[in-house]
C-alpha cells in the first residue's frame, strides 16, 4: 500500500505530476539526440508504427480520433493477439531476429525495398517525431554505438550486422492470453471505473479507484497498456461517458487532446519492466506495434505523431510529490516514512524537454523510475 499526498495545481499540472512519473533517469540530453541504447537521430526519437492512417499528431487539438466504437477487451485483444494466433507481431513485421526473438536479425524480406521495420528491432536514424530518415533507396537507416550509419548492401541490409544496436522490448512485447481472460479483465477495469466514487492518481500517475471507500491501484501491466493504446489512439477509455469529478473528464470526452498524451505517458510506464530504462527507440517499436497514429511511405510503415508541443519538467511534476514507504533506520529497523519523490528519486535534478518524441519519452522513463522506487519500498498489505 502506497500513501500519496500530492497537491494538484491545476488540471495540466495534475496530469503532469501524476503521469510524468516516468522520465529518463539515466537520460542523455534530449538535445544531443542521442537514445539511451546507443544511436542517435537527426534530432531526436520517433515512434513508429503499423498501419495506415495519416496521424493527427500529439498536440490536436480537440480532434476527434479513431476508434470505431471499440471496446476495452477489442483493445486488450489487439494488444496481446488472438487466442489462435502463432504470434502477437502484426502480418507485416516480418521474422524476430536477435537475441529472445526480440529482433535484430536479418529481416525475411530485406531483399525488397524495405523497411518493414519490424523484421529488425534496431536502433535507426529518425527525426525528432520519430519518423525514419530513409536512405535515398528508400530504406531506413541503421546506427551504431556512435549514432553513425552503418553501410548498408544493395538490399538494404547492413553489410556488417554486428555494429547494430538492438532494441529491447521486455515485457512490452506482450504475451497472449485466452480471449475469456482478457474480456474479464477489460470488463472489471469498466466495471470499477463505473462504480468509483473518487479517483485520483498515484505518485508514477497511475489510476486509484476508490469503491466503497476501498482504494486500489490499477498496476497491472496489461490493463495500464489498454489504457495507453485507447488515449493515444481515441482520446478516451472505451465504454466510459462519465468519472468522478471533473480533472480525468478529458479520458471520457473522445477527443484526443494533449492532455491524453500527457496521461499516456504513465500508463506506458505501468505497462513495461520495472527495471530497465526506456528508450525513444523502444517507444517507437512499441507504437509501432500497438498499431498507433500510423502512416506508410513507400514500404515502410511508422507512427506519425506531432511532439512539437509536449514539453515536460521534472521538477513540475515531482516537486510536491510524497509517498509513504518503508525506511530503513539506523537501527536496521524498517519503519513507514513519508518522502519527497523528487528527492529519493531524483536526487533534486531537474530536467526539462519539449518538442520531440524524446520529451514523452523521459516522461515515461520518469514515472517508469517512480514505479520502480515505490515497489521496491512499498509497505505491505
Excluded at 466504437?69 to 477489442?74: T, V
Excluded at 530504462?277 to 498499431?291: K, R
Aim: aromatic content about 6%; hydrophobic content about 40%.
Amino acid at each position: 500500500m502506497i500513501s500519496v499526498n500530492a497537491t494538484p495545481k491545476g488540471l495540466r499540472k495534475t496530469l503532469i505530476t501524476g503521469c510524468a512519473a516516468l522520465a529518463l533517469a539515466i537520460s542523455i540530453p534530449a538535445s544531443q539526440g542521442w537514445a539511451a541504447g546507443g544511436g542517435k537521430s537527426d534530432s531526436g526519437y520517433g515512434s513508429m508504427a503499423s498501419g495506415g492512417h495519416k496521424g493527427k499528431g500529439a498536440g490536436g487539438s480537440g480532434e476527434a480520433r479513431g476508434g470505431g466504437g471499440k471496446r476495452l477487451s477489442d483493445i486488450f485483444r489487439e494488444v496481446t493477439g488472438e487466442a489462435d494466433e502463432d504470434s502477437d507481431r502484426p502480418s507485416w513485421a516480418g521474422t524476430p531476429g536477435g537475441k529472445d526473438g526480440a529482433g535484430g536479425g536479418r529481416p525475411a524480406t530485406s531483399g525488397s525495398k524495405k523497411g518493414d521495420l519490424f523484421g529488425d528491432l534496431w536502433v535507426i536514424l529518425r527525426d525528432s517525431n520519430g519518423v525514419p530518415i530513409l536512405t535515398p533507396e528508400g530504406f531506413v537507416q541503421p546506427l551504431d554505438a556512435d549514432g553513425n550509419p552503418i553501410p548498408l548492401d544493395a538490399e538494404g541490409a547492413p553489410i556488417d550486422e554486428t555494429l547494430t544496436i538492438e532494441v529491447e522490448l521486455g515485457r512490452l512485447n506482450v504475451g497472449r492470453a485466452p480471449t475469456s481472460v482478457l474480456v474479464r479483465r477489460a470488463d472489471e477495469v469498466i466495471a470499477l471505473l463505473q462504480q468509483a466514487t473518487d479517483l485520483s492518481l498515484d505518485p508514477a500517475g497511475r489510476l486509484v479507484i476508490t469503491v466503497d471507500g476501498v482504494a486500489n491501484t490499477i498496476d497491472s501491466p496489461l490493463e495500464n497498456l489498454a489504457i495507453y493504446v485507447a488515449l493515444m489512439t481515441t482520446g478516451s477509455i472505451p465504454e466510459l461517458t462519465d468519472l468522478p469529478g471533473t480533472d480525468y473528464d478529458f479520458m471520457v470526452d473522445g477527443t484526443f487532446t494533449m492532455q491524453d498524451v500527457e496521461a499516456a505517458a504513465s500508463f506506458l510506464a505501468a505497462a513495461t519492466d520495472k527495471t530497465g530504462v526506456f528508450t525513444s527507440d523502444e517507444i517507437a517499436y512499441i507504437n509501432a506495434f500497438l498499431d498507433i497514429n500510423t502512416t506508410t511511405t513507400g514500404n515502410v510503415t511508422y507512427t506519425d505523431m506531432d511532439f512539437s508541443t509536449f514539453s515536460y519538467d521534472r521538477s513540475d511534476a515531482y516537486a510536491t510529490t510524497e509517498a509513504t514507504v518503508l525506511i530503513k533506520q539506523t537501527d536496521g529497523s524498517f519503519l513507514p516514512t513519508v518522502v519527497n519523490i523528487y528527492d529519493v528519486v531524483f536526487s533534486n535534478t531537474d530536467v526539462t524537454v519539449s518538442g520531440s518524441l524524446d520529451a514523452f519519452t523521459q516522461a515515461a522513463e520518469d514515472a517508469r523510475a517512480v514505479i520502480e522506487y515505490i515497489h521496491e519500498y512499498a509497505i505491505p498489505e
